[in-house]
Every structure is written in structure tokens, then in C-alpha cells.
């Protein structure tokens, strides 16, 4: 969330770049390559750029009845497997991630 790297990518964007992209949102960027970072970024611009002239942020574009997959939905089936989407607070702002635990596994590290 250091907005000098990268801004715009606030909680709601944050959460759904990560599910869309199968990102723990506990994963540490260390152990993500170029590849995984790059696509990232990319994900961000292309969601934001598609999202500039529309009130309400939207990152599922086909009609469906949600227009978010993750965020705000605690506690509601994951839209892609049924599993319970989870909310945690991260960071010294305790700030709001959403994930599904099925869609996005948490990464141990050794």
C-alpha cells in the first residue's frame, strides 16, 4: 500500500487484484518474482483505467449480479468456489482485506 510506488490501490482494488490474481493477501512481496509483480501492476492499471468514468468500482464487467468478487462480501460464498470470503485488518491503519482462504492459499515460508 506505499503509494509512492504505485498509487490509487486502496482497499478495494487491494483486495480484488489479489483474488483475481490468487495472491494470499499475507504473501510477502520478497517472494514474488518479476513476473508475478508485472502482472500485478498490470491488473491494477487495466482495472482502474477501466474503472475512470464509472461511479461505482467494479471489477466483474459481464452482467453478473455483484460487481466486486472479495470485497465487502464477509462471510458470503467466493464467487468463483463457494468457499466464505474472509475479512482481516492489516498494517498499522488496520486497514480492510478481503480474500477467499480456498482461492488464495497462504504461502508458508521456510
Known sequence: ??????SGIGNVYKSEILH??????ETLVAV???AAL???RDRAVFLMKRN????ARTTRFCGE????WVYGRRGQPCLKCGT???M??????????YFCPACQKRVSYV
Open 1 to 6: 500500500m506505499n503509494q509512492s510506488v504505485v
Open 20 to 25: 483475481l490474481q490468487h495472491i494470499h493477501p
Open 32 to 34: 514474488l518474482d518479476d
Open 38 to 40: 508485472l502482472s500485478l
Open 52 to 55: 475512470l468514468n464509472n461511479g
Open 65 to 68: 449480479a455483484s460487481r466486486l
Open 84 to 86: 466464505i470470503i474472509l
Open 88 to 97: 482481516q485488518r492489516q498494517g498499522d491503519n488496520a486497514r480492510s482485506t
